[in-house]
């Protein structure tokens, strides 16, 4: 913890969708904030909410896939508004992925972002929270992480590979005293699940449920945060099903689930 009583939290992500809805809940709780997004007019226009509530908070633009310019911005934050005890490291991209449109290049860049993103950001603040031994690392990875399914294919591989790269990290960093969390959210009603053309209705939380989940992590620091909990029983199932019956149901699942083909 800082000088104040409340941990500084740093989101990367935070100009939309689940990270801006966090930023929000943990303003209200009057935690200090740095912000980091690639999306300018959206951080200006959650600076405006935040100057609204009188939160203390630093709003940098940085891309987590920048090294150089993103450890700019969180040097920026720490000046503004001190050592950053927790990272929320929110940013990430989703595409639809399917057979017929497979490219190398959408994997390259979810993998950027979403793996090596989170990774450029763990270690643009893992020194200092090493050096004063505490520190919380929320990762927010997907159920999509759980297995892989076909209609996500790059979103899929990325979540699984951060979900296992939080998990390796875990016990070398306990010692050190920083704590992980992988947070594994289902749906939630953002710019990037409502591009998928599902067939039916799909139950999405709002992303302010989700920043309420988040923000109890944040304060809790337990080791995983998955939500909603009809998500949580069905994926915990899915992730025990025998591998011929998941690959039979996701070859019904898909058409069925989808307006399109993979
Ligand atoms: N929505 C869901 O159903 C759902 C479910 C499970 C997990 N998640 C995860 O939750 C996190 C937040 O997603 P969301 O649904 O809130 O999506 P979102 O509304 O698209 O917000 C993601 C934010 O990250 C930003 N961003 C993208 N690339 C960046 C980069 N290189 N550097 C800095 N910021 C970057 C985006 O900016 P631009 O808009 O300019 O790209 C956007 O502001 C993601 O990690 C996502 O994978 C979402």
Same mark, same amino acid.
């Given at each position: 913890m800082t000088a104040s009583t409340s941990p500084v939290v740093l989101i990367t992500g935070a100009a939309n969708g689940i990270g801006r809805a966090t930023a929000l809940e943990l303003a209200r709780k009057n935690v200090p904030l740095g912000l980091l997004d690639v999306?300018?007019?959206?951080?200006?226009?959650?600076?405006?909410?935040?100057?609204?509530?009188g939160a203390r908070f630093s709003i940098q633009i940085g891309d987590v896939c920048q090294r150089e310019s993103l450890r700019e911005a969180i040097a920026a934050v720490e000046t503004a508004v001190g050592p950053i005890d927790v990272l929320v490291a929110c940013a990430g991209f989703g595409r639809l992925t399917l057979v017929p449109d497979l490219a190398l290049?959408?994997?390259?860049?979810?993998?950027?972002?979403?793996?090596?993103?989170?990774?450029?950001?763990?270690?643009?603040?893992?020194p200092g929270m090493i050096a004063r031994g505490r520190g919380h690392l929320v990762g927010v990875a997907s159920l999509a992480g759980y297995r892989g399914f076909p209609w996500m294919i790059s979103y899929s591989a990325s979540k699984a590979a951060l979900i296992a790269y939080l998990e390796a990290l875990r016990p070398g960093l306990a010692r050190r005293g920083v704590t992980i969390t992988t947070v594994c959210p289902g749906f939630v009603r953002t710019a990037m699940s409502t591009g998928i053309p599902y067939k039916r209705k799909i139950d999405m939380l709002e992303p302010e449920v989700a920043a309420k989940h988040l923000?109890?992590?944040v304060l809790r620091r337990p080791?995983?945060?998955? *939500?909603? *909990?009809?998500?949580r029983i069905g994926l915990a199932v899915l992730k025990v099903t025998p591998d011929f019956l998941f690959d039979w149901m996701m070859r019904k699942a898909g058409p069925e689930a989808l307006s399109v083909d993979f």
């Open positions: 999306d300018v007019p959206n951080l200006e226009s959650l600076g405006d909410e935040l100057r609204k509530l290049d959408t994997l390259r860049k979810t993998f950027d972002v979403n793996l090596f993103g989170v990774a450029e950001s763990i270690e643009a603040v893992l923000a109890r992590a080791r995983n945060c998955v *939500f909603p *909990f009809s998500m």
